[in-house]
Structures are given as structure tokens and as C-alpha cells.
């Protein structure tokens, strides 16, 4: 414990001071930096892919699945994404110094809220090395020093990466120590990393719920957090259902491992008979497996759908896989009842041609996206249109959904007088 | 430890129901309630006083000191305050589905942000009965349910305050459980209260240092947190010195034991020999101590105003009192330095004539709020033009500087879509 203490939160002052520095850093020479880095993943990619190779070979050893290879492995096409990535930030408008209201008092005060960066941020993940730089990027743009801890199967990777990355500051003018990594794979750093209150600014953890529980628990400073996403599509009475249709399958099978793919479909009791056995076989064809309430197992099988009962465990369960649960619902209120039961406040969906069913949907769910006649996919900053995302928050402090630039910004009050006194 | 889970758990699940209510409920439904809240605050006044009066007088009898009792105590005139309060909640416009922004993407999908509640709000306290009633009306307002844990030597008034609260919230045909007060001086309830992660969503500690630090160690759930104010004021050498003596004498001594008041005067080299003696001598006749660096001393001897020498600990220090560290700084540079090193992230101010060292300032300092020629006791929710405040937020997550209506809601994503998929 004594030789962590003495290992990290030196590491963490570093960030800090480097945070004072970027803090005021002006926004060409943030930019500059980008693009330097950029250009240094380029440049060192020999280096980077053998050191991805060596961590494949270890990983591969180790007996890890294919899926943990494929999110830890870099290729040159990969690479070259994680380089446009980062490029592509030096483009987007600076949130800091960004004024967002300004307004003047009766005293004659006159009022303004700018944007300023958090300071130190933590980020915490798994192997998957395109985080590195991807946080890496985000954070600089940001103004924020970045604390990177990823999965120690990835260490050499990030290690090749973050060398690339600390060129590319240390060209622009930029303290070094804004991008530090910190010692993968030690749990005891992590825990003393997790109670330097007033060097770390916030911590984000990205990966399974584990992980995330850990540091939920163990945290002094704060942490921005995103458990899982338990995303419906409700197929609402007036749903056309052709779109209903695609709008489900998109939902469920373009990526079913990801966070925004949705795990129940809600079916409205007026047009369970009809749209059941079409959207059903759409599912089957795609080699959804379908886990259905009484109402639905009965529709189904008439229509020769294969379809599975549905336990009650898999409502509010997050498959990530090609399973969907289905539900008939009687109308928009037992709709809104089951979301709000099962639901996780990710994502969620209505399919409907009726604005005031909409309206109410949109209102009263309790979410961080919700949309009407579009994929649950949709949930995601670069979708959205903030450009990049460092993660997506189910908690309601701070930031809801994507965290883009802007939430990784706080805000200050800046107040210009001519002598008043209270 | 059972016991108290068993108490605080049904609580907390009881404030979650509520909140789903609340966040729904129509603005006028919430006016109603609050407007029905000054009137049975008002209508209580005899039993809400003679509460007060047994609280004192436990207090009084436990040896509590008068700046204690004063806090403490309640009388026609600060209750007619209290009432006043709530009810001018209810012109205030509601934060609860503001539209913040709206945007298109190029696939046609319409995005906006718009506010909801946080949903379950825990104040936690010490024994001003004040803030039960500014609590409770504030998360109102924003649709959260208020959890509210005042310090236990209040607890009578508290219980008394509450009671009439409640029945405002019935009569206005609001969840009662809305609101409710959490048993106070049971350290076990509420170190259970405060690892109810999903049932609480944000924890507001108001109070001493030592309550503070004791939530955020304990806290599993997210904490906005106010630790000091270590503000100062700096007089720059292009500074008008009439308005530099006014606004110091005013952030020091208007009311020396809040936290936007000053603790630090920091004196540009270049007007020390005039500026000195003039504020000097007016502090000292508001009754000040002055505690000087070197050069600072020197001055104010030969000008005989009476003057300490500073202790090392003197800066950073929040005094709470009418003492002053005063310290000569060589520049902007210098002052910035200074601040960066011993100031606490809440107000700092600049009196100056010229507007790029007031820009300089006002850009590179880094707090909730940076004042241009105007006293630092203006950093507050009422003087800002927020309306209310629940508290003054030091850590940059979420809220930065006083928290009002605003600032108890989050933002989610609405994105209104013609069958879009990804």
C-alpha cells in the first residue's frame, strides 16, 4: 500500500500541474498538438502493431476468446482510424472559453457563464487500445490533463501509443505530463488513485459492470458512470409497421454487443396479431432468438415463427447478443409502466404515427435518449452530433448520455462590476 | 446496522416513488403546492415557534454558544422570511422540460436537449430550520423529491416545519412522500442513506468542514460539495483606490463568516505605498485584523495603522472573521500565482482600470466565480439573478458556484425521427 501511495499520486500532482497549463493553452496550439499526434500514431505504427502483436500473442496464451482479441488487436486500418480520430477533434469548435449565457443585473452586474475544463481526468478501461488514444484526444481538446488506465493485456500497445502521443504535446509546447498512463493491472494504484480527492477532477470507468462497481465503491473523487443499457422499442397502436419493422431490426442486430442496441420490444395489443408475425420473422431471419410473453408465444407459433418463452428474468436483462424479449402491452401506459420498470435510463424508443402518443413517450421517460420513429443506435455523441464521445453516462449528474467535448467542460461565473459593493 | 437499513431503505424507495410523480407534474400543480406551503408555514407559526423554543432551550441547557442559538432559533419575523421564500419559488419559471438547444443532423433527425429532475435530492445539514423549508420548496420546484437531514438539535422545529409542508403537498395532490425528513443524529442511518446508489441521486452536505469530508468518504452516491472559500481580492496598479478601499471593506467586513467573504488582500507593488495606509486605515476602523507580509507591515507602521506580521498559514486560511492576511505582490503575474497556490476555487476579484489584466484575470483564474471591480460577496445564487440557492458548489462536477433551480436538473436527449435507422 505504502509503495503505491508513493507511485501514483506523484503521477496524479504531475497531471495537475499539467492541467494548469492547459487550462489556458489557446486553442491553435491544442490543434497543433492533434495534429502532431496524428501524425506520430502514423509515423510509429511499426512500433505500435508489434507491440498489438506481442500483446495479441500473450493474450492468445492467456486463453482469451476471439471477441477479447478482436477489441484488443490493432491493424494498419485500425491505426490509421485511431489517427483520423484524433485529427478530426483539431477541427471541432474549442468548448473552453465558450460563453453560454450572459445577462445583466438591476445593480448594472453584468453576468456571463464561460466554459472551463474539469482539470484531471481519470479514465479508467479494458483492453481495448483505441480508448487510449480516442481519451487521449478528447481530453486535450478539453483543456483536461488525462490520468489513461487501460486493461494490462493491452499495456505494450498503450505504451507504443502513448509514446507516439507525448511527442506530438511535447513538439506543440505542451507539458508532457498531460497524458500520463497509469500502472495497468495494480489494483492497489487504482484504489489510491480512487481517493485523491482534489488532484483528480473526475473519473470515468469504461467497461463491464464489474469493473464499474469497483470503482463506484472505492471513489473519493467523482466518477461519471455508465452501467448498461436495457433499451426498448415500443411499437405503439399507430406504428407504420413497416418502419417499426426495420426500425427493430436495426435496433437489435446491427451491432447487438453495444450499449444502445435494444433488448425488448414492446408490442401494442392492437396490432400484436398483424405485426408480431411480420417483425418476427424479419428477427428469425436475422438469427434473432425471440423469448416472448404468453401473448406473443401464442402469435408467433400460429405464424410458424420459432419463438421461446420469456422468463420473467429476461425483462430488464441486457443480452448484448442476438436475443430480443418481447412483450404484447395492453396500451402506451403499461408501455410507460414496463420502462419504468425495466428499463436501465439508456435509451429508448417509440414507433408510432400519433404526436400526442409521442409527446407523452418523449415527456415521461426518464432516459438519456429518447426517440421517436429512429433506432435506438441513434444514441451516441458522433450520431448525435458532438462530434466524439468519451463515453455515456446513465447517471443524471453532470452529464446524461453522451459525453462529448462540452462534458468534459465545467462552467464559471464571470462578473464585471464598476465598484459595486453589497 | 440492520436496524437502520431497515428504517432509511423504505425511505429513500419511498422519495423514489415520489419523484416519478413529481417529475411529471405540471408547473401550476407545483405553484399551487408551493404557494400552499407559505400558507401553512404561516398558519403553523404557533407550533412551528413554540418547537423552536424547546429547541433552544435543550440547546441553551447543552451549553450551545449564541452564534449557535442564533442559527438556531426562530422568531415571527424569520419565519414570515422562510414563508416569503417558498412562495417566491413559485413565480420563478420552471426548469423542468426547458428546451436548452435544438439541432438537426444532416439525416434529417431532429435533436433536443431538454431538462428533467435529478429525481431524489438528500440535504443533509446542520441545525438551521431555514434550510429545511428553502430545501424543500427548491427541489419542488425542480421535481425531485427532498430527503432532508437537519442537524438533530433543530429536530423538533424541523419535525414542526415539515408537518405544515406536507400538508401542502397533499392538498395540492402531490406524493407526501415528496418530502420527507430523515431521523436525525443517527450516524448508522445515515451512512446507510448514503450508500443507496439507484435510490438517491445526488447528496448536498451543507455545513462544517468535518460533516463534509465525512459524507464524501462515506458517499456512494454523488456528492456536490462546498468545502471553503479562501477568496481575494486583488488590487492591480491600475486600480481605482477609492473603489478598491470600498470593495475590499465589503467583501472583508459586511459579514465576515460566509464563505464569498474575503480572506486575502493582495496590493500591486506599484499603488502599495499609496493604497495601504487608505485601506488600512479603514479596515482597522470596521474593526479588522491585519496581518501583513514584510513589505506590508513596513507600510502600514510608518503610516501607523496597526498590522501583524503574516504566518505562512495566514494564506490559504479562511478566517471566518474580521482578520485580513495582506500580502504585496510584484505583478499580475505574481497575484495569479498566488491565487493559483493558496485560493480555493470559489470567488477571486480584480480591481482594476485596465481591461486586459482584467481579462487576463478574469480568463486565467480558475474558480466559480472571477468579479472585474465588484465585491466577491456577490457569488451567490439571489445576487447572481438565479433566483434561489441550494448551496455554492466548489468542485467543478455538475454544478460550479451557487446551485439554483438549474442546476437541481439534468438534460436529456429527445431526438424526433421519419423511421431512421443506422
Not at 463506484?216 to 461519471?224: F, H, L, Q, S, T
Not at 420513429?373 to 458522433?382: I, L
Not at 462540452?406 to 462552467?411: A, D, H, I, K, V
Request: net charge neutral; glycine share 8%.
Amino acid at each position: 500500500m505504502t509503495v503505491a501511495k508513493q507511485d501514483v499520486r506523484p503521477l496524479a500532482e504531475r497531471a495537475r500541474a499539467a492541467s494548469r497549463v492547459l487550462a489556458n493553452a489557446p486553442t491553435p496550439q491544442k490543434d497543433e498538438a492533434l495534429r502532431g499526434m496524428a501524425r506520430h500514431l502514423r509515423a510509429a505504427a511499426p512500433a505500435i502493431l508489434a507491440a498489438s502483436a506481442e500483446d495479441g500473442a500473450a493474450a492468445r496464451k492467456a486463453g482469451k476468446n476471439a471477441a477479447f482479441l478482436d477489441r484488443l488487436l490493432l491493424d494498419a486500418p485500425r491505426l490509421e482510424a485511431m489517427a483520423r480520430a484524433v485529427e478530426a477533434l483539431a477541427s471541432l469548435k474549442d468548448p473552453v472559453g465558450e460563453v453560454t449565457e450572459t445577462w445583466k443585473r438591476p445593480n448594472g452586474l453584468q453576468v456571463r457563464k464561460v466554459r472551463l475544463p474539469l482539470g484531471v481526468v481519470l479514465m479508467i478501461y479494458e483492453a481495448r487500445p483505441n480508448v487510449t488514444s480516442d481519451a487521449a484526444a478528447l481530453c486535450l481538446k478539453s483543456g483536461n490533463a488525462a490520468l489513461l488506465r487501460g486493461g494490462s493485456e493491452a499495456a505494450r500497445t498503450n505504451a507504443a501509443i502513448a509514446h507516439a502521443l507525448t511527442q506530438a504535446l511535447r513538439e506543440a509546447g505542451l507539458p508532457e505530463h498531460a497524458l500520463q498512463l497509469v500502472p495497468a493491472g495494480e489494483r492497489e494504484s487504482l484504489l489510491e488513485l480512487l481517493k485523491l480527492e482534489g488532484l483528480i477532477d473526475l473519473c470515468i470507468p469504461r467497461g463491464g459492470e464489474g469493473l464499474i462497481r469497483f470503482v463506484v465503491e472505492n471513489a473519493r473523487i467523482p466518477v461519471v458512470k455508465h452501467y448498461q443499457g436495457v433499451c426498448h422499442v415500443y411499437a405503439h397502436a399507430d406504428a407504420d409497421l413497416e418502419m417499426a419493422t426495420r426500425i427493430t431490426l436495426n435496433a437489435k442486430a446491427s451491432r447487438p454487443g453495444v450499449c444502445n442496441a435494444a433488448e425488448c420490444l414492446l408490442v401494442d395489443r392492437a396490432i400484436a396479431e398483424h405485426f408480431l408475425p411480420e417483425v418476427g420473422r424479419a428477427l428469425a431471419d436475422q438469427g434473432v432468438e425471440l423469448r416472448g410473453c404468453p401473448t406473443t408465444v401464442g402469435v408467433l407459433t400460429r405464424a410458424g415463427v420459432p419463438v421461446k418463452p420469456a422468463a420473467e428474468d429476461d425483462y430488464g436483462r441486457e443480452f448484448l447478443d442476438l436475443i430480443l424479449a418481447v412483450r404484447v402491452v395492453k396500451d402506451l401506459d403499461a408501455a410507460l409502466a414496463h420502462i419504468g420498470r425495466y428499463g436501465s435510463e439508456h435509451t429508448e424508443a417509440i414507433v408510432t404515427g400519433d404526436a400526442q402518443a409521442a409527446s407523452r413517450f418523449t415527456r415521461e421517460v426518464q432516459a438519456s435518449a429518447v426517440l421517436w420513429n429512429a433506432s435506438t443506435r441513434f444514441n451516441d455523441g458522433g450520431e448525435l452530433g458532438l462530434g466524439a464521445e468519451i463515453g455515456i453516462s446513465t447517471s443524471r449528474l453532470h452529464a446524461f448520455g453522451p459525453m462529448g467535448l462540452r462534458e468534459l467542460t465545467s462552467q464559471k461565473y464571470i462578473v464585471h462590476g464598476q465598484g459595486q459593493v453589497r
